[in-house]
């Protein structure tokens, strides 16, 4: 019992010391939130991507009648440029907004933000609107501002667009999270773990608190919504999502968002169909842009989503399709596309990742012509059976997926494809195609813990981190039809893994465990016959005599 006593006290007494004399570990929770690391924001450059003549840009501007909400109240507060406002000349904006809104809606006209900084709380948008932002519309800090919990909402209505004009939408993201818990690396890890690597990942991000404003945008029951020449800057939460909607199209459109802020998606298409997001710039803190089709009162099919030009800079997944996935997804399309993640500590968790575990069927779904950098593992599909809303046990599958013309640099992890083994029934992904999949480690010394026996996880959360190391340096397949070529693959210089391994149990690991042993028995052989044969003079002095037996 002493000894169980002591061992409590020296892990009491090394846990305080770690938290006193760690200078990455945030000590206090002030009311107020931490102030900002220099890396929580991407540095970005909005060039190509914001026009200052969007007249010019879109043949359907409309130059048609204008309602400006300043001729119904609204009033302009100071904003610093440096993230701070002035408390005591903030006007709350919300209702002449709204009024202007309600005006606009039967004329098929344009609400007007013009020039200055306008606070608001929840923003209601009608039909037949444009909502054309030429200053900056800042969502208030105060949680009770916002009913219902967005700041720019829409439901069942139609023929909508939010434009920039020299203007942008900006939230307060820092006064709805709890400060994080460690300070941000401020490099890459030394010694790659990929232990090491999560626990980064979730101790530097702010936790989301109650009540937030998320989605920060949504449309939902809606058709024909535009979003367009718009830079939309520190969500709080979720921030751009269509849910249950039809006919978008978001172009020409900046996301810059705090990259360790809560649970802070960049755009979100839930349950819609028929949407275009092109030439976009992503910076966020979690999934940059993610398809999802949960269980709602309406369950419909996802289909013919394009995602074209865009550039994703995120610490959680790059492109995604998940987690809810109890509905179908097909037909998707994501080419010519940047996920670059340098300046912040660790990157994108995956660049593509494509999971069904809630009873979805995923198909046609076409990847080609993806530049990554600093993402830990270029790619992880899985089909699992988490099976969420518990009507679709055993269900789930992803079918005929091409992935195409990958060049990643500077991975850390490999790339997984698997399916689960879950109740003796086997869920594949099937007919997956990779070519021209290039791939260049970060060079750095490695630790791994190899299971015996790599586990399923049936139920666990998807992410390409969730079976730990695993028995591949470059894709780790199991429970998958797999085909690929012209894979080009460059591991660590220390690296004794396979490039490619299909995982048919307990006999991999043996065989990976001799492998290790008869590397390590031929250089220790080599090293003895090596000192066995050298002359005895060069290691004994002439005085000593040294025999050799």
Known sequence: MKYFLILVLVLIIALTSFYFFNDRI????????????ESDFSRIDTTGYLFDDPQSRYADYNKGLVYNISDYGAISGYYDGEGDINEEIIRDNTEAINRAIELASPNKAVVLIPEGNYVS????????????????????????????????FGENIRNIVIEGDGGKIMGEGEYFWNNPFLKPLESNLKVSDLRMLQLNHFLCKREKKDNRPSPFMQFTGSENITVRNLMIENSPGWTLT?????????????????????NVDGIDIVATSNILID?????????????????????VSMTNITIRN?????????????????????????????????????????????????????????????????????????VGNRNKYGSKDLLSSIDNVSISNISSYDCQLPSVISGVNDKGIILKATNIYINNFNVEYLDTPEILFISPAIPENPADYPEVWMFGDVLAY??????????????????RAVNMREEIVIDEGVANYIFFLFKILLIGGFFFGFLFMLLRNLKKEIFTPSHFKFKWE
């Not at 780790?476 to 080009?488: D, G, P, S, T």
């Open 474 to 491: 470059g894709i780790y397949i199991r429970h998958a039809e797999v085909k690929y070529e012209n894979l080009h693959i460059i591991p």
């Open 310 to 382: 865009a550039k994703i800079s995120t610490t959680a997944n790059g492109f995604k399709i998940g987690t809810e996935t109890y509905s179908d997804i097909n037909n998707v399309i994501f080419v010519d596309s940047e996920i670059k993640t340098t300046g912040f500590y660790p990157g994108a968790i995956s660049g593509v990742a494509i999971e069904s575990v809630d009873g979805s069927h995923v198909s046609n779904i076409f990847v080609d012509n993806i530049t990554m950098r600093g993402v830990l593992a270029p790619l992880f599909i899985r």
């Open 121 to 152: 709380g929840t923003i209601e948008l009608k039909s037949n609107i444009t909502l054309r932002i030429s200053g900056n519309l800042i969502g208030s800090r105060n949680r009770g501002d916002y009913l219902p919990r967005h700041f720019i």
């Open 279 to 299: 030439n976009v710039l992503v910076s966020t803190a979690d999934d940059a842009i993610v398809l999802k089709n949960p269980e709602l009162d309406t369950s």
């Open 242 to 262: 269509f849910r249950l909607s039809n006919d978008i199209l978001v172009r020409d459109v900046v996301l810059n968002n705090n990259i360790r802020g809560g």
């Open 26 to 37: 945030i000590k206090f929770y002030e009311e107020e939130p931490y102030p900002l690391f």
